[in-house]
């Protein structure tokens, strides 16, 4: 006697294959070729790989996502019996609502900037779902709460969020109609480690209510392995291997894959020795940049906000200070005082001894977001010639040259200096914008985010060139990052940021070894473990934390998903 029939997967992927059209022969360079694999409701399955693997291409096809823009597709692809290509503008529409979600990796790309956030959720709930407006606005209320946003009601536009609440905007509003399968395209790369753990606790908890099914996209393997039950590597487009993520991370299989694992940068990996001698060139005892007593406000009167309060710091020539905190701590303001973007509502900056008014020459920053950050209508090679051009170079084939070199120090190819940003990936796209800010010749280069949207074989490379070009140059770097693992690898001094004010800062490995703040601690204990038996451990851990300090909201946070405030101060 058998069973019942067991149920068709929710999806069921097929030698899939794309193509998209580029100048020249032959016309068309392949994505994704050949992909197979299947997801039952209930299950996760990550997908792995360097920047341009093709993970996005592949997570695209679920949705539908390359009708009408010239991609040439083949395989077969079925969302719970839908194919995405091929079927109606109502049947899409409905694949698109009760059926599938999708959150996108660029939040600026994804969101209006002229409309409210809480109205371009509720918007979306009412296309799929036949409720009133003071329904949909509600649902959209209770979806921002679940993922950790507080005074959800009062939030306006989306310039108004750090980066990391924008991205957690983002899976609100896919959240919003209560989708069977959650595609989910770099979630978590521009969060902190802290809201990282409550978005992967989030959509944890989400998987065991409701069945919801999970295509992480994603190049953190760390974030894969807590939060995925099989993982499938991809490489130039092809899969070179599939398993149970607990196999693949531990017994990798093919070398491709026991690659990616060796780059991944871990807190308990020995450091690389970072020699003194850049520190300690002419000038060393001046430092290339000091803040003393920063502080920044938004806002006026009662409704002013401290976004920076009274920070100070220095980084000396050939030194790298990393800064750490969570989303909306004010990193990303502290960085763009320190290079003159923004002026300090009170202290000073100072450059070489020298305070200086608006952008310090010699200073460059590498910017969180490279979509808003490069000019979408100018090629690559024209964005980092801009530096060049500004700096008195007028000789076009030094220029040429010039550009060339810095792409390929960056690991791209000189010859797609004529593409523009649209035809790179997210992580290529970064890559451009560190190559610009290399461009000068620097003194002080200050990285906001500038390895977030990389994949760990680039981030790398990337952190290897940095530490190369201070060896050479002496050039100082303040890492302004949320992965406490690369902060660890690259920086001599680290800065412990919490809501606008320094809480620790020291020497990286005592602050990391023995963090005397509770706040560090907290932070440490959120990094992601590429162990999913510690993840789940770790997990269990933090739900049990949440079930003691305060009672679960009902019908608002799903269990282990309490993410409790973050103040939007980025």
């Known amino acids: 006697m058998t069973g019942p029939p067991a149920a068709p997967p929710l999806v069921e992927v097929r030698d899939l294959v794309v193509d998209f059209p580029v100048a020249g022969p032959p016309g068309y360079a392949r994505a994704v070729d050949g992909v197979s694999f299947t997801l039952e409701a209930g299950r996760a399955l990550g997908l792995v790989g360097e920047s341009g693997s093709g993970k996005s291409t592949v997570a695209a096809a679920l949705l539908g996502l390359h009708r009408g823009t010239g991609a040439r597709l083949a395989g077969t692809v079925r969302v719970d019996g839908t194919d995405p290509a091929t079927a109606s503008a109502t049947a899409l529409r409905r694949l698109r609502g009760a059926t599938a979600a999708m959150v996108f990796q660029d939040p600026l790309g994804s969101l209006d900037p002229y409309y409210a956030i809480g109205d371009q959720i509720a918007e ?92 992480l996209v994603t190049h953190d393997v760390g974030v894969a392995a807590e939060n995925t039950d099989d993982l499938l590597v991809l490489r130039e487009g092809a899969a070179v291997e599939r398993g149970p993520a607990a196999r693949v991370l531990s017994a990798p299989a093919d070398p491709y894959t026991r690659a990616l694992l060796d780059a991944v940068p871990r807190l308990d990996a020995p450091r690389s020795p970072r020699g003194a001698a850049a520190a300690h060139r002419g000038g060393a005892d001046v430092p290339v940049v000091e ?8 806002g006026r009167g009662k409704r002013a906000v401290a976004a920076v309060a009274g920070v100070s710091l220095t980084v000396r020539a050939g030194e790298t ?27 000073r900056v100072r450059h070489a001894g020298r305070e200086v008014a608006g952008v310090a020459p010699g200073v460059q920053m590498v910017f969180q977001d490279p979509v808003s950050s ?50 790179f990936s997210g992580g290529q796209r970064q890559r451009v914008g560190i190559a610009r800010a290399l461009a000068p010749n620097p003194r002080l280069i200050v990285c906001d985010e500038a390895v977030s949207a990389l994949d760990v074989t680039t981030q790398a490379q990337v952190t290897a060139l940095l530490a190369e070009l201070q060896r050479e140059l002496g050039i100082a770097l303040v890492f302004i990052a949320h992965d406490l693992a690369v902060v660890r690898q690259v920086s ?13 800062q020291g020497p990286v490995d005592e602050v990391y070894d ?14 992601p473990a590429l162990d999913p038996s510690l993840a789940a451990a770790r997990r269990a851990a933090r739900r049990e934390a949440t079930a003691r300090s305060a009672p679960a909201r009902p019908g608002r946070t799903p269990p282990g998903a309490d993410p409790g405030p973050v103040r939007d101060r980025s």
């Open 124 to 215: 979306v709930h009412r296309v799929h779902a036949d409720v009133s407006r003071r329904a949909a606005r509600a649902r959209a209320v209770e979806v921002l709460d679940r993922v950790g946003i507080p005074d959800a009601a009062r939030r306006s536009r989306p310039h108004e969020f750090s980066g990391g609440m924008r991205q957690r905007a983002l899976i609100a509003m896919a959240l919003a109609c209560e989708p069977r399968l959650l595609v989910a395209d770099e979630p978590t790369t521009a969060l902190d480690v802290t809201v990282q753990a409550q978005i992967l606790d989030l959509l944890h908890g989400l998987r065991e209510e409701r069945g919801l099914a999970l295509l």
């Open 291 to 298: 803040a003393v007593d920063l502080r920044r406000d938004f």
């Open 321 to 347: 200070l990393g800064v750490v905190g969570e989303s909306g701590s004010g990193k990303s303001t502290l960085g763009r005082m320190l290079t003159g973007l923004l002026e300090p509502t009170s202290g």
């Open 374 to 423: 490069l000019n979408p209508r100018r090629s690559v090679g024209e964005s980092v010639a801009d530096p060049l051009r500004a700096a008195g170079e007028r000789d076009e084939d030094a220029i040429r040259a010039r550009v060339g070199e810095l792409l390929r120090r960056v690991g791209l190819d000189p010859g797609h200096r004529d593409r523009y940003p649209h035809e």
């Open 492 to 504: 001599d001094r680290v800065a412990v940021m919490r809501a606008g004010e320094i809480v620790e």
């Open 514 to 527: 023995r963090p005397a703040h509770p706040y560090t601690r907290r932070l440490l204990a959120a990094v």
